[in-house]
């Protein structure tokens, strides 16, 4: 096994009531927000109303990235990543279940890559480790570099009466 050192910072939220941190975690980053979710079930359950709602609060722009299907497809993972780059997003937040998670997670991969690197045949194909110098340690890049450091990303589970796993090593966008 090869040494290394896992870093992961994530912030999770489950079960009811929990949009009430969104505000606070968006307050803490100046720029606009990404809401990234699925098909539309939170918008059944009352959980795009909450989150919407306090992101209103906050002044940050919004911008929306939904449709993200299980097992989240690659043009979708880009899609994010234009819109990132292109609205100076600060915050990914990912609103749903563990596919939503995964898509906000690579998202924010392939937002930090240098326009000479390929998300999907430099690191999903090859299973290259994410540079550490892409992870955010409060708010900055952990190392100095002259890339763009990823979107930091927080999670909410709406529905998760298990709180099974939300991700696996076998987690990756397909093409």
Known sequence: MRNFI?????????????????????????????LVYGGGSIKRNGAYDDVTAA?????NEVVELSGVTP???????????KLVKEHGVSLILAVG?????????????????????????????TGKPAPENLVPQRGRSAGCCPRR??????????????????ASSATRPSR
Not at 55 to 59: A, P, Q, V
Not at 98 to 125: H, M, N, P, R, T
């Open 6 to 34: 896992f870093h992961n910072p994530v912030k999770i939220y489950f079960g009811e009531g929990q949009a009430v941190h969104v505000a606070e975690e968006a307050k803490s980053r100046p720029g606009a927000v990404l």
């Open 55 to 59: 992101l209103r609060e906050t002044g």
């Open 71 to 81: 097992n989240p497809r690659l043009d979708k993972v880009l899609e994010g990543v």
């Open 97 to 125: 279940g563990g596919s939503v998670i995964d898509c906000a997670k690579f998202i924010s991969l392939g937002s930090g890559l240098g326009e000479d690197e390929d998300l999907w045949d430099d690191y999903v194909e």
């Open 149 to 166: 450091p990823p979107a930091p990303r927080w999670a909410t589970r709406p529905c998760s009466p298990t709180g099974r796993a939300i």
